[in-house]
T-cell receptor, first 119, second 112 residues
């Protein structure tokens, strides 16, 4: 889905370095999320944001911070990267849809992912 | 918080056979259950979903069933094809629309 983009797509860095991963979307969605994916662990939520002034911690926020610069942009930072932060990172957006017969639900749209390696 | 468990972690079937992936959840207030397919090197993409007021939903060769009492839901793929090979994730969304909790994934291999 080209409407959600992430930069960089791949990054190799060293322990202790500061890293920023960026996410942009043209879908006009208010809700944005950052997940990390590790083999055998599925997707785990790091942070999420419902609008520019709303930032919330997810399951595994320690060692990470985020910034919602605008509705369309949501950045994830690793202030001092460590090897166990090596993972595939996904940004996602969502919108709430209403179905007359089935109530409301929200569908998530994922970015292409950023593969981060911390040496 | 919500806890979603998914089984099996790997599944190998012969082309044309059916595949079933099962998930359980812990929060009875969760009310939306999507399934995602992730092909190698690509992003997860929604393939089917079900809401808590429905027991079953079907879309061509894929179907999802939900048992609210037992707090489990399943993905069924019939007449599997090699292009169905991927990792499949289930998820549960909390009732207040805030968060999605994902299962650990099932790697499906369809052998030609």
């Amino acid at each position: 889905d080209a409407d959600v983009t992430q930069t960089p797509r791949n990054r190799i860095t060293k322990t202790g370095k500061r890293i920023m991963l960026e996410c942009s979307q043209t879908k006009g969605h208010d809700r944005m999320y950052w997940y990390r994916q590790d083999p055998g662990l599925g997707l785990r939520l790091i942070y999420y944001s419902f609008d520019v002034k709303d930032i919330n911690k997810g399951e595994i926020s320690d060692g990470y911070s985020v910034s919602r610069q605008a509705q369309a942009k949501f950045s994830l930072s690793l202030e001092s990267a460590i090897p166990n932060q090596t993972a595939l990172y996904f940004c996602a957006t969502s919108v709430i849809r209403t179905s007359g017969s089935s109530g409301s639900y929200n569908e998530q749209f994922f970015g292409p992912g950023t593969r981060l390696t911390v040496l | 918080g919500e806890n979603v468990e998914q089984h099996p972690s790997t599944l190998s079937v012969q082309e044309g056979d059916s595949a079933v992936i099962k998930c359980t959840y812990s929060d009875s207030a969760s009310n939306y259950f999507p399934w995602y397919k992730q092909e190698l090197g690509k992003r997860p993409q929604l393939i089917i979903d079900i809401r808590s007021n429905v027991g079953e939903k079907k879309d061509q060769r894929i179907a999802v069933t939900l048992n609210k009492t037992a707090k489990h839901f399943s993905l069924h793929i019939t007449e599997t094809q090699p292009e169905d090979s991927a990792v499949y994730f289930c998820a549960a969304r909390t009732y207040n629309f805030n968060k999605f909790y994902f299962g650990s994934g099932t790697k499906l291999n369809v052998k030609p």
